[in-house]
């Protein structure tokens, strides 16, 4: 077969190529603390569950709609409404299988070919997939350490210009942990405006946020307008396996989108949806539970890895990553994660599969227990021994 061109244009996830490497050292004996992929090491909550089971046993087995089931937009319009102080209603709402279908779909229906669009480096590497897999231009902005991975405002400012179309946001940060201001969301409305640009606003972690309170650019006026809003249920509610996601967006683009989910996965399992209307309308204990959980881990795996000689790591504001600079054990980021797992038996991701200048960091994931954690720290700190002796 001929593969089609198109095809050298799409990336991958380089924590799930971890994860793959990872089982096989497990299949060979090897016992892997595994710290590279994002996903939550708790259970779904039990009432979650009960109403997806719940929705099977009503046999809510058939087709739904492609925009996803009316009582899910609704319960999203009224949790946004709340947690984003703007008012949004059902019709503004796409339910996807995960949250990737937003991303992709959104830049499929407004970018052209060489359009511009602005993405975070070091970041999320679907978005720079996605960008080229949709014939885009992708014109990386950095976040850097020593600004606590923010922007700089003057260099953000000169990369936009009349080319550029859209404008991707992630707060909180994969992979770094970095949180913006409201000063940084405030940068991006400016330019924005002036340069007439659709921001996509990545907010998939916005309830993993250890201090402060979140600022959403939707809150910004005017914002609301021009923002393709990401969220979903994986990270929050521990339901990565679920595939449920969702993005809130001005009404013009929802046939849009909508068409895109049509032609490609028709829609969103029935009782996945009812699930997730249960997580944003049931109690919320257990993502308070999960968040606290997180911080004590986030204080563990940072004091620990800078105690490392040759690590030295911020302490993360929200997801849950830990996001060393490892500048001082004198290997290359990708080097030094594959003898993190071949030699101490713990799965991390090289700082770059997250973007250019990212050659001195690895990323951590502690979505993992404080025992496996506190042994993955035990083991990293032999295996550097080794190679500074």
């Known amino acids: 077969m001929r593969i089609a061109q198109r095809m050298n244009r799409l990336g991958t996830e380089t924590a799930f190529e971890v994860l793959v490497k990872a089982r096989a050292l497990e299949a060979q004996g090897k016992a892997i603390v595994h710290l590279e992929v994002g996903e ?26 492609s925009q996803g089931i009316p009582e899910l937009r609704q319960a999203i319009a009224e ?11 059902p019709d503004q709402v796409v339910v996807t299988p995960g949250a990737k279908p937003i991303m992709f779909f959104s830049l499929l229906a407004l970018v052209e070919p060489g359009d511009e669009v602005l993405y975070p480096v070091p970041g999320f590497p679907i978005y720079e997939s996605m960008i080229k897999y949709s014939n885009g231009i992708p014109v990386p902005y950095h976040l850097r350490e020593e600004n606590n991975f923010r922007f700089d405002p003057d260099e953000f ?48 972690y916005w309830r993993v946020l250890y201090d402060g309170a979140f600022d959403s650019l ?11 809003l990401l969220d979903g249920f994986s990270k929050t509610y521990a339901m990565t396996g679920w595939r449920l996601g969702w993005g809130v967006m001005p009404k013009e683009i929802v046939p849009h989108i909508t068409r895109l989910q049509t032609n490609s996965n028709s829609c969103v399992a029935g009782f996945t949806q009812y ?21 004590q881990r986030r204080d563990v795996i940072v004091d620990g890895l800078n105690a490392i000689p040759g690590f030295k790591c911020l302490k993360a504001r929200g997801a849950f990553y830990a996001y060393p600079n490892t500048r001082g054990t004198g290997w290359g980021s990708r ?45 990293i700190r032999a295996a550097i021994e080794k190679i500074q002796d």
Do not use: W
């Open 157 to 204: 400012r000169a990369k936009a210009n009349s080319k550029t179309k859209m404008i991707i946001l992630n707060t909180p940060h994969n992979p770094t942990g970095g949180v913006f201001e409201k000063s940084d969301l405030q940068v991006v409305a400016e330019v924005a405006n002036k340069y007439d640009i659709t921001v996509f606003t990545d907010e998939i």
């Open 218 to 228: 939707l809150q910004i006026p005017g914002m609301a307008e021009r923002a393709i």
């Open 79 to 89: 949790h946004t409404s709340a947690t984003r102080g703007i008012a949004v209603s």
């Open 275 to 295: 699930a997730g209307v249960e997580a944003l309308t049931g109690p919320q204990d257990a993502v308070g539970t999960m968040v606290a959980a997180f911080k």
């Open 335 to 379: 080097k030094l994660a594959d003898y993190i797992l071949n030699e101490a038996g713990v799965a991390c991701v090289s700082g770059t599969a997250f973007g250019d200048q990212s050659e001195d960091y690895v990323r951590f994931s502690y979505a993992n227990s404080l025992e496996n954690i506190q042994k993955a720290l035990t083991r």
């Open 40 to 65: 939550p090491d708790f259970p779904t909550p039990q009432n979650i569950v009960e109403a997806g089971i719940r929705a099977l046993r009503d046999g809510k087995t058939k087709y739904t709609p």
